[in-house]
């Protein structure tokens, strides 16, 4: 009998999590239910997994999970996930009632509330199969409350952990539901970060999507990407620059020649960098702000203007635009399906003096993936990631 899957998520900040699904729906795989987690945003989280599900047509539940981890030793990570929620999920009479964007119930839109009683039930049932592309938190308060429960868990595939002592989000964030979940007979397999950081996608990748699910995604990647680059621009004071060269004079631009043309668009650069920085803007306006940030570009490259730094400032912006994505939770569904094509190691990831922090040690409790066929991977993602 082929084992279900449940999949553990806390989609919404980095879009690996939403490829890395979009990637076993297109593969097939017998996923029974996927449970979100890790707050803030966790209504945000659970409303964008079941918008994939339903944009894919599966029958696929979907259920709330935990909101905080066992321990609250560190900040989650949030990433605008309110942008990428689906307008069908606001309650437009209720929002229109408070003046402010009131969205529909859990039940209402057909998402689990309580999604680890949900867990429960389904493991009491029978075996399963756990990918985790998120902090430990649902199986870890799982497995303290109900122990016997771990031997309905026919195997955990985990995207977590480091086998060189560094610090990992997933582990991190929850480090006492990793320990629970390593104290138990769980079967585990790790995918831990080095292996992951090894290859990264593409975004060029995301032009050949053409499936209604696989455009919210795109949609999610891309708004991500300018939500980066917004950051980068304050964070690099990069936006200090333009804005002192552009609207305040003060970078000693110079027209050369008479052009209406080029003095228009030096005058309307102003509405150019509106909200340039902003990564909400980017991240819910995607389209409008790459429109935007390329007409900076080629106006800051145009034989019409001059300023010094000319060769390297648009050069700089170009630099900032994310070439490539981290798809470190598809790795999970790839090394389930391709066991074969993994360099694997017995041993156990043991944590050091900082919270997150694990590193290898050999021995016998689960298996660690070292490295994999990242030219096959690199298909695997071309293939399914559409």
């Known amino acids: 009998m082929v084992k279900k899957i449940l999949v ?185 970060k080095e292996t992951c950081e090894k290859y990264r996608m593409l975004v060029s990748y995301l032009d050949n999507i053409s499936t209604n699910a696989g455009l919210y995604v795109k949609k999610m990647a891309k708004g991500y990407a300018a939500a980066k680059i917004a950051f980068e621009l304050n964070d690099k004071q990069i936006y200090s620059l333009l804005e002192d060269l552009l609207i305040k004079g003060s970078g000693g631009i110079k027209i050369v020649g008479n052009s209406k043309d080029i003095r228009r668009k030096v005058y309307e650069s102003i509405f150019l960098l509106s909200n340039i920085n902003d990564p909400i803007y980017g991240a819910s306006d995607t389209e409008d702000f790459f429109k ?35 798809v470190a939770d598809v790795f999970i569904p790839y090394c389930y399906l391709y066991p074969e094509r993994l360099r694997v190691k017995k041993g156990n990831l043991i944590g050091g003096e900082r919270i997150g922090e694990t590193r290898f040690v050999e021995g016998d409790r689960c298996d660690v993936v070292f490295d994999i066929d990242y030219d096959h991977f690199d298909t695997f993602i071309q293939t399914y990631i559409k």
């Open 292 to 326: 935007k940030y390329q007409q900076i570009i080629d106006l800051l490259r145009s034989s019409e203007i001059d300023y010094e730094g000319k060769n390297i400032l648009p050069k700089v912006l170009e630099m900032v635009i994310p070439k490539s994505l981290s």
């Open 8 to 192: 553990l998520t806390d989609i919404g900040s980095d879009p690996d999590d939403a490829l890395s699904i979009l990637a076993m729906v297109n593969v097939g795989l017998p996923i029974e239910a996927i449970y979100t987690t890790n707050a803030p945003c966790l209504d945000f989280r659970s409303y964008i997994a079941k918008h994939l599900i339903n944009l894919s047509g599966k029958d696929i539940v979907v259920a709330q999970g935990e909101s905080n981890p066992i321990f609250p030793l560190v900040n989650p990570y949030t990433f605008c996930e309110n942008c990428y929620v689906d307008d069908c999920f606001i309650d437009e009479e209720e929002s229109e009632a408070s003046n402010d964007i009131i969205f529909k119930e859990l039940e209402e839109v057909d998402i689990i509330p309580n999604g680890l009683e949900d867990l429960v039930l389904r493991l009491e049932k029978e075996k399963k199969i756990i990918f985790s592309l998120a902090p430990l938190t649902n199986v870890g308060k799982l497995l303290l409350k109900y122990p016997s429960l771990a031997i309905n868990i026919e195997r955990m595939y985990i995207m977590g952990g480091s086998i060189e002592g560094s610090i990992e989000h997933n582990f991190r964030h929850d480090i006492r539901a990793a320990e629970v979940v390593f104290e138990s007979e769980v079967p585990l397999t790790i995918i831990t």
